[in-house]
């Protein structure tokens, strides 16, 4: 197959705002696609590379001078496989190496194809939605169940290779994908809660009610005396973490696959600001100045357990489990506050406690649930006190007054549920430390795009790569005509960054209109 044919496929895709579009041209190059092509295809129209990182960055490409092809010739194969070699070169001359093989492949690709490789090298393609319309997409190509197609890539944790066993093997190879102890799942997440009230009201009687922790998600793996440490984005962590090592090896069992999440606590038991626990996991987020600070587990789930999985049990099976795996003196600490079949005031205090702890709120989970990963969906929603939004950093204004020489006034993108670009929804430069203003003027830089109106100088708009996640603290919603999303955040402040989110996990423009109501 061409190259040229995904790059057009991507075009077409960002060309439309129809969900049902997006996803037929989606099926349709993974259709031509040759088996041996479907796992790159499937990795570079979801934003990624089949490779991870290759060492290959915006700093790099902006050096590069290459011819333009006047017709595609490129194929699939010849940039996968450079790709591989980028990915593989390392040590002495590798900078030259790695210029030397951009410039190859470069030099054969026609004008689209290269503007296409640049955004998928810098990351400007990763683009939230694209990740749940590919599985419709594998689903169509394969011609096998939706849902059979995102239950594989829950347990496998990898879109590539879920596209090659659908397309290769069809729903009978998707259905013999298990849970794998040592391999991370996707995590199962909570939607927002409009209040306690009405998710008790939503979920009925049946349901547990844990505290919300200022953490990271972390899931953890052990077989024997191996234990692996994942974060929410399947980042594995093991080697900074060994204190959760430790604490896990002591659990009485053989294999388990935890759930849950850690974060440092200060000397009185609250929890420490959320910077100190993520730079633990090597952030390059602000503040993360490489805190010596001890994590804390708390654990509210259990997916194995000596040879039995448990995703598909109810939540209530999988609770029980965990209470028998924790029920020592030793391990009790290891789980995660809470209350099951509360009354109404019983939840209250459950949230009361959570909030006075320090804590962000509370979940409100149905224990008939089973596992399901990645979606958003009502079986589990978090309630807190205070309206957040997860949101994408799009731009960054030079301040003035006190704040001339900053990058302050940021522009903030809600992603796109049909998979399209971040969709602009407010700006703000409230909440801002000077710690944070100079982190931003450092940092942002890095990120921004070739079209920034920026000068570097203190003038202007630095637009940039939609890359960073910011945590949104806001009033509500309003409906408005001045941005394209047509609504717009009211009294937005800033909380923190999250490092430990991708565009991907950022919220999408329905939950924006969800405040519309509030």
């Known amino acids: 197959m061409l190259f040229s044919d995904v790059v057009a496929t991507s075009a077409a895709v960002g060309a439309t705002r129809s969900r049902k579009e997006k996803s037929a041209a989606l099926a349709a190059v993974l259709g031509r696609a040759a088996p041996e092509e479907v796992e790159p295809v499937t990795a570079w129209l979801a934003g990624d590379l ?28 010849r940039v996968d496989a450079t790709l591989d070699d980028l990915a593989a070169t390392s040590g002495t001359g590798s900078a030259a190496r790695r210029r030397d093989l951009l410039a190859g492949l470069y030099g054969t690709a026609t004008a689209d194809e290269q503007r296409f490789l640049h955004r998928l090298l810098t990351g400007e393609l990763r683009q939230g939605a694209l990740e749940g319309l590919m599985v419709e997409a594998i689903a169509a190509a394969a011609e096998v169940p939706t849902a059979t197609v995102r239950r594989a890539f829950m347990l496998s944790g990898r879109l590539p290779g879920t596209a090659v066993t659908a397309l290769t093997g069809g729903a009978e190879a998707l259905e013999v994908v298990a849970l794998e102890v040592g391999r991370p799942i996707r995590p199962m997440l909570a939607s927002p809660g409009d209040s306690l009230d009405a998710a008790l009201a939503g979920l009925g009687p049946e349901v547990t009610v844990e505290h919300k922790l200022d953490g990271a998600r972390i899931q953890v793996h052990r077989r024997g005396d191996e234990v692996r440490v994942w974060t929410r984005t399947l980042r594995e962590i093991t080697d900074g973490v060994p204190e959760l090592i430790a604490q896990v090896r002591a659990l009485p069992c053989e294999t388990v696959v935890l759930d849950g999440e850690t ?43 000596d040879g039995t999985d448990l995703v598909d ?57 089973p596992y399901a990963a990645g979606r958003r969906g009502k079986a589990w929603q978090k309630v807190k006190p205070v309206h957040t939004l997860d949101l994408v950093v799009l731009g960054a204004e030079w301040g003035y007054g006190r704040r001339t020489g900053s990058l302050s006034n940021i522009h903030l993108g809600a992603r796109d549920p049909d998979g399209g670009d971040p969709v602009m929804v407010g700006k703000t430069f409230k909440g801002m430390t000077d710690e944070l203003l100079a982190w931003q003027t450092a940092t942002f ?34 409906r408005s005509t001045r941005y394209p999303g047509g609504v717009a955040l009211r009294f937005a402040r800033v909380l923190r960054y999250r490092p430990d989110k991708t565009p991907a996990e950022a919220d999408d423009l329905e939950e924006v209109r969800r405040l519309l109501s509030t």
């Open 50 to 77: 089949r490779q991870g990182r290759i060492g290959t960055g915006w700093r790099t490409l902006s050096g590069l001078d290459a011819e333009v092809a006047a017709e595609p010739s490129l194929t699939v194969g």
């Open 263 to 305: 974060l440092a606590l200060d000397d009185d038991g609250r929890p420490r600001p959320f910077q100190d626990t993520m730079s633990r996991f090597g952030s390059d987020g602000p503040d993360g100045q490489g805190s010596e600070a001890m994590l804390s587990p708390f654990f509210f789930d259990l997916l194995h357990l």
């Open 313 to 369: 049990a109810p939540l209530e099976q999988r609770l029980d489990a965990l209470a028998g795996l924790l029920a020592g003196d030793a391990q009790a600490p290891l789980r995660m506050p809470g209350a099951r079949r509360p009354s109404a005031e019983e939840a209250a205090d459950v949230l009361e406690t959570a909030l006075e702890s320090g804590h962000e709120g509370i979940v409100v989970k149905a224990l008939d649930a």
């Open 445 to 478: 830089p890095e990120y921004a795009r070739e079209d920034g109106d920026g000068d570097g100088g203190g003038h202007g708009v630095v637009l940039l790569r939609p890359e960073l996640v910011v945590e949104i603290a806001l009033d509500g919603a309003q």
